[in-house]
């Protein structure tokens, strides 16, 4: 049963759980590395306790390169603990793997009628010039807004689905695409305007899942890949996605080896998912030869309009759930907080 979280925004309570990541950096001796509190992060916003009532957790102090499938289960544990006690969540991390934990959050914390919000910036919080202060304070709006649901990045001005997230920039403001998919909402000033209305809201019931199997690997093809790269992945990972070039297909030199390789892995039961490099548009295997017969030969997945990001996450949250293979495709294709249009 869900609570009524409708209030006036000052009387919302955000949790905010600051994970690290540039937002909260500091320099010291090897470089930047998160040193600032959640506590710290809070006082550069000063208006802040004027939107919401603001609860702060530190979680951990991450670059997020050293975020692993553990840190998720941890926030999304962290979150469910503390779920009935707030309106709305505010995760401060690092952009580097932001688009993975977003995606991760996605699957872990399904139906989500109040707002989580995941947040970072390019610059640390305290330099003079910054993008941090903006865009804490855009997901503290954000995370106090009725019409705010699910679980999405807040990014420079932009609201981003979760499961549609890319960093695409190293270093501009604008680092995060929402990709194959429209934004959810712009922010400016103290201005939200929706491009996604209501009506998409899922009725689904609000879910937590617990577990997560990370035994996935991901293979990128390059041309002249050799599949023994395959079989070393295939032996250590219960799961392999292969991001392929274009629309997608596997390379067949000699007229064999990617294609033994995949039959002898999936008759062992080892899931094999399709994916392309290509990061708009997505996969379609059934176009060309390359690809068609041997999707259709060893029923191999694909991520068709999906990220990467959310393709690795998902399919760690699905091996976590199951090993059947019929359930592992319906799951796959499953649409979750927007992450999939295109079905099979
Ligand atoms: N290396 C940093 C991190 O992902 C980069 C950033 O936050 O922008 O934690």
Known sequence: MQKNTDKS??????LMIATGGTIACGHSEGGLTPLLSSEELLSH?????????ITTIQAFSLDSTNMQ????LAIAQLIEEHYWDYDGFVICHGTDTMAYTAAALSYLVQNTRKPIVIT???KPIDMEITDAKTNLSDSLRFACCDRAYGVNIVFDGKVIAGTRGKKERTKSYNAFSSINFPYIATIQDDHILFYLDDKDRSTGDLRFFHTINEKVGLLKLIPAADAGLFDYMAERYDGIIIESFGVGGLPSYDGKDFYDSIAHWTRLGKTVIMATQ????GSNMSVYEVGKNIKKEFGL??????TLEAAVAKLMWILGQTKAPEEIRRLFY???NRDILWKA
């Open 69 to 72: 499938p553990c840190h998720w």
């Open 9 to 14: 925004k000052q009387n919302k309570r955000i």
């Open 120 to 122: 970072g910036a390019q």
């Open 301 to 306: 997945l694909e991520a068709y309009d999906m």
């Open 334 to 336: 499953q649409t979750i």
């Open 45 to 53: 916003i000063p208006d802040a306790q004027k939107l919401c009532q």
């Open 278 to 281: 290509v990061t708009n548009e």
